[in-house]
T-cell receptor, first 114, second 109 residues
């Protein structure tokens, strides 16, 4: 158990819909990262937040957005969903603000878009 | 970011030592070498990190030669539960993690 929690575990929704994925980092960690893992793209970094502020951006689509709240939990919002958005979405956390190579990953949310 | 090359897959038997080598010819001075393990449908798990020579923890050892153009993750006495994908990442703090295809390790009884 990494100490990072993600909800929900599974999500099934239709194209065009909007969903919100939630992540709680390990106690004491201020950075939260979001990743997408699909069969054809592998594990892709989406975005990092540190103490409430966006710190680094990866291959995140404009239809996706994220935020980190004062209690440090984070939410990833996916809108206008397409079939290709079906994937595992992982959240990870680390202590500092700089992108760390020692990150602790949650169990993931499996999103299925039908 | 330094490009990494790993074998696509490896097979081993329980109780054997497994060595997975990663090639990173373009590694930069400030780059660290980090290995992650991922089981199916689970998030990656940090295994070990090093800069040069040898690093050992309770799970694995990491060997890095003087030129740092490659590294070897060593898993002692593997068991069936070590069957997973192993990723080698190279980069410096502040740069995003780039996961490649990894090495699929299959441990057989």
């Amino acid at each position: 158990d990494s100490g990072v929690t993600q909800t929900p575990k599974h999500l099934i929704t239709a194209t065009g819909q909007r969903v919100t994925l939630r992540c709680s980092p390990r106690s004491g960690d201020l950075s939260v990262y979001w990743y997408q893992q699909s069969l054809d793209q592998g594990l892709q970094f989406l975005i990092q937040y540190y103490n409430g502020e966006e710190r680094a951006k990866g291959n995140i689509l404009e239809r996706f957005s994220a935020q980190q709240f004062p209690d440090l939990h984070s939410e990833l919002n996916l809108s206008s969903l397409e079939l290709g958005d079906s994937a595992l979405y992982f959240c990870a956390s680390s202590v500092g603000g700089q992108v760390s190579y020692e990150q602790y990953f949650g169990p993931g949310t499996r999103l299925t878009v039908t | 970011l330094a490009k990494t090359t790993q074998p696509i897959s490896m097979d081993s038997y329980e109780g054997q030592e497994v060595n997975i080598t990663c090639s990173h010819n373009n590694i930069a001075t400030n780059d660290y070498i980090t290995w992650y393990q991922q089981f199916p449908s689970q998030g990656p798990r940090f295994i070990i990190q090093g800069y040069k020579t040898k690093v050992t923890n309770e799970v694995a050892s990491l060997f890095i030669p003087a030129d740092r153009k490659s590294s070897t993750l060593s898993l002692p006495r593997v068991s069936l539960s070590d069957t997973a994908v192993y990723y080698c990442l190279v980069g410096e703090y502040g740069n995003k993690l780039v996961f490649g295809a990894g090495t699929i390790l299959r441990v057989k009884s």
